[in-house]
């Protein structure tokens, strides 16, 4: 076998790799779709019950927080596409300096979402009959926080798990010369990662826009 | 042939534990998964047996009702989510998966043994919530009972199913890429076996409705620990709304036990009446169909829960419409066997057993699929016979025939002639005896998940549970002949049933990575009729 044709032949496994994994990714984000269309539906079901309550529990959510909190998630999509080109471009330096802001972009969302929960705890508004002071509050409040807390905090532990996921990779890309040969995993790591960003795109509007102006 | 390395078959690999606990085989990952799922089952069949032994006399003497209530819902809980889901997928499927398509493996061993890692620390946990005390919801969870008023392990149990339906979902995720991307060259899909659509089947249930599952149980154990009020009505929540949810999986679970089933007779039949399968693209397509017009039907289950009238009549229809598919798969069996040289080895006295079987549990399932009738028999023995016939008798006849078929091709060895066919027939007569007094039962009026009853009842009880340990002992069987045959049962050739199959063509058992070279494919599969 000459030289040409086993570097074809190792590109054609490269590309398969990168294609199994792509495909495997896709079939746990529609797998994943349907976990946050669970709470979705319950979302939706109760929003149709109690549109009142729901209204005046999205006021009571900190617009300019999680606006902020939108761009921060937004930003990191653009610093995890730039890493992945980067790589591809074996720019291992820029390429790991943009995953690096990645992580710290996905902390900062993760400490200003703690920052909302504990102003929510400072409120009196958390989960749970025992601890709740005020027991006749709103029913339809009560759900709407319920399932704020439930739906923000399954995505933090996504985003948790995809933190930890992109600490991994960092350290791994950092003890390799050539970050090149890594692009599979970074390219279908940047999938979740988007993912993740899109569910946020969905749960912004759903708990601090939907009946705020109304 | 020479004394290569890679030419070794996969049990004598390795023998520390490591070389099991640690591998990436596809083949010895089902190994593992088998003697788990036999743990469970054991486990499952022992709560039964309490079950039948209780319900021998009218009188609730034996354990309390709080016992009682315990007892039938663990026997649900394990045997649903510990024996059932995972047993043809993950053991076989696992095992024949890459084999019959040609593939060293699948396209992910490691995901693979962290999916088998993860099953059994949804075990644990399950296994935690029994030993201490264990739960009384019923396998269905219902709220705002489980979540609101149950005392018992209702948390330990609720993670364990969490946590073993993310193992269902990475099987299946595996499952579909590998028959995306590693079929052999000239493996069109028109040329893969039927195991394989079902399987391919069973894995998008696997990817599409557990998740549901999860995050319904996560709801439920969020509410029951925290009190937020999402299926409580006292908490201004809406129990219905669970049960929308729990049976949007729970139904099309019942096809990830039986597609798989049906996939594995269909290997076992037209190799035992040696002729082509009857209708291939139908068969195919009906695989799809039932586990697509599975994800509409989950409303049948709630015929009397106060969804509409209107949703009724529309899941009514849906659930009549499963039994075209359904009946194209057993008329077409039965087309395969017209006219064919019919040879009654034991996986073909299980297929028959099947077949039979799932008809009667596909038939009374358009009884309860009807909106009136189904009123009349809500919630008595006639539901608890109709889905133990398709489960039981659909699903368990389908893992044991699959198990007696491949066995020589798992192990290398054969299998002594006489107590398996005697077994299986065991089999088949202790579960008709045991649930087809069930429907008279219910069609009567017995409720079910009552631990005493009526006195005019109690012939047909302990019919059926004579016919329980007629069962037991059908089953206890291959325990002992099995495990000789491994130890010491005559060697076996590569084909022993001279079937077709790529699975066959290798070595028995099979060689660390499945073939020597990559097969090439060049004909329609079940060609039997051109090898007599
Ligand atoms: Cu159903």
């Not at chain 1, 269309?37 to 006021?59: D, E, T, W």
């Not at chain 1, 090149?180 to 601090?208: A, E």
Request: hydrophobic letters at 50%.
């Amino acid at each position: 076998m000459t030289s040409s044709a086993s570097l074809e032949d190792s590109a054609l496994m490269a590309e398969n790799r990168k294609r199994t994994a792509e495909l495997g990714m896709w079939i746990f984000l529609a797998s994943e779709a349907l976990l946050f269309g669970g709470l979705f539906l319950a979302y939706f079901v109760y929003r149709y019950s109690f549109p009142q309550a729901f209204a005046a529990g999205v006021r009571e959510n900190d617009l300019i927080l999680g606006t902020i909190n939108t761009i921060i998630l937004m930003l990191s999509a653009l610093f995890m596409t730039l890493g992945i080109l980067a790589a591809e471009n074996d720019n291992k330096k820029s390429s790991l300096s943009c995953l690096i802001m990645t992580a710290f972009l996905g902390l900062t969302f993760l400490g200003i979402k703690s920052l909302e929960y504990s102003h929510k705890f400072q409120h009196h508004l958390y989960p749970g009959g025992v601890f709740m002071p005020e027991k006749n509050w709103p029913v339809g409040e009560r759900i709407f926080f319920g399932l704020y807390f439930v739906m923000t905090g399954v995505h933090a532990l996504h985003l948790l798990v995809g933190i930890g996921i992109l600490a991994w990779l960092i350290f791994v890309l950092s003890h390799k010369p050539r970050v090149r040969d890594s692009t599979v995993w970074l390219y279908t790591f940047g999938l979740y990662w988007h993912y993740i960003d899109l569910i946020w795109i969905f749960l912004f509007p759903s708990l601090y826009l939907l009946g705020r102006f109304g | 042939m020479n004394e290569h390395p890679d030419k070794e078959n996969y049990l004598m690999a390795g023998y520390g534990w490591r070389s099991w606990f640690l591998t990436t085989d596809h083949k010895r990952i089902a190994i593992l998964y088998m003697l788990s799922i036999t743990f469970f089952f054991a486990i499952g069949a022992f709560f039964a047996l309490l079950i039948r032994l209780e319900l021998l006399t009218p009188a609730g003497d034996f354990v309390s009702s709080a016992t009682y209530n315990r007892l039938f819902t663990m026997h649900g809980i394990i045997m649903v989510w510990f024996f059932l889901i995972p047993s043809i997928p993950s053991v076989l499927g696992n095992f024949l998966i890459p084999l019959m398509i040609g593939a060293d493996d699948l396209s992910f061993p490691r995901l693979n043994l962290a999916s088998w890692y993860i099953f059994m620390l949804g075990g644990i946990f399950t296994l935690i919530s029994i030993l201490f005390g264990g739960l009384d919801t019923g396998w269905t969870f219902y709220t705002p009972y489980s979540s609101s008023y149950a005392s018992g392990q209702v948390l330990n149990a609720g993670l364990g199913i969490i946590i073993s339906g993310f193992s269902s979902i990475l099987t299946g995720l595996n499952f579909i890429v590998t028959i995306h991307k590693k079929r052999a060259p000239g493996l069109t899909w028109g040329r893969l076996p039927l195991f394989i659509w079902a399987h391919y089947a069973t894995s998008l249930i696997f990817v599409l409705a557990t998740p549901v599952l999860a995050v319904t149980l996560l709801l439920m154990i969020v509410e029951r620990t925290l009190h937020i009020g999402i299926f409580d009505p006292s908490l201004g929540g809406d129990p219905v709304l669970f049960q929308h949810l729990f049976w949007f999986y729970s139904h099309p679970a019942v096809y990830i036990m039986i597609l798989p089933a049906m996939g594995v007779v269909s290997e076992i039949v037209p190799c035992f009446s040696r002729r082509k399968i009857f209708g291939y693209k139908m068969m195919a397509c009906a695989s799809l169909a039932i586990a697509t017009l599975g994800f509409l039907v989950w409303g049948h289950h709630m015929f009397v829960s106060g969804q509409s009238v209107y949703a009724g009549i529309i899941f009514s229809l849906f659930s009549f419409l499963v039994a075209i598919p359904s009946g194209i798969k057993v008329f077409n069996w039965v087309a395969t066997m017209f006219r064919g040289t019919i040879t009654f080895s034991t996986p073909m006295i299980y297929a028959f057993g099947f077949i039979g079987l799932f008809t009667i549990g596909g038939l009374t399932g358009l009884f309860l699929a009807a909106l009136g009738m189904d009123i009349h028999v809500q919630d008595t023995y006639f539901v608890v016979a109709h889905f133990h016939y398709i489960m039981v008798g659909g699903a368990i006849m389908g893992y044991l025939g699959g198990i007696h078929f491949w066995w020589p091709k798992i192990c290398g060895r054969l299998y002594p002639k006489g107590w398996p066919g005697l077994s299986a027939l065991l089999i088949f007569i202790g579960f008709n005896l045991t649930f087809f007094p069930q429907f008279l039962l219910g069609y009567m009026g017995m409720p079910r998940r009552y631990h005493f009853y009526p006195e005019e009842f109690q012939a047909l009880h302990v019919l059926s549970s004579a016919g329980a340990s007629i069962l037991g002992v059908g089953y206890i069987f291959p325990f002992f002949y099995l495990a000789w045959s491994f130890f010491r049962g005559p060697r076996a050739e590569p084909n022993p049933w001279r079937a077709t199959g790529l699975e066959w063509k290798t070595e028995s058992p099979p060689p660390v990575h499945n073939f020597d070279q990559t097969p090439i494919v060049t004909e329609d599969p079940y060609s039997y009729e051109e090898k007599p």
